[in-house]
């Protein structure tokens, strides 16, 4: 059974920082040779797509809104993907998803303050 669980969202200011987790069970060989992706979903919003690596962390990229701030990373040994988020700014706000294939995570509240 495959299960994603991210950690690492708590409340921070503006311009601070935060590194999300997302650890993968489950997953077998899948983890090594499916892309991999961070979403969020703001209140009142559509969920959308932030970040994706591509399998064994060759390609990562970003949405704009984000490009240039966010860095997502990936450890293939620990079946876990990161997300570094820099500069954060209050509109970052969002509880924020992994997701592999048709697999998602409970997700993880971010909340910036100004």
């Known amino acids: 059974q495959v299960r994603l669980v991210e950690s690492g969202g708590g409340l921070v200011q503006a311009g601070g920082s935060l590194r999300l987790s997302c650890v993968s069970s489950?997953?077998?060989?899948?983890?090594?040779?499916?892309?991999m992706n961070w979403y969020r979903q703001a209140p009142g919003k559509e969920r959308e797509l932030v970040a994706t690596i591509t399998p064994s962390g060759g390609v990562a990229t970003y949405a704009d809104p984000v490009k240039g701030r966010f860095t997502i990373s990936s450890d293939n040994a620990k079946s876990t993907v990161y997300l570094q988020m820099n500069s954060l700014k209050p509109e970052d706000t969002a509880v924020y998803y992994c997701?592999?294939?048709?697999?998602w995570g409970q997700g993880t509240q971010v909340t910036v303050s100004s």
């Open positions: 489950g997953t077998g060989i899948m983890f090594s040779f499916t892309a």
């Open positions: 997701n592999l294939n048709l697999w």
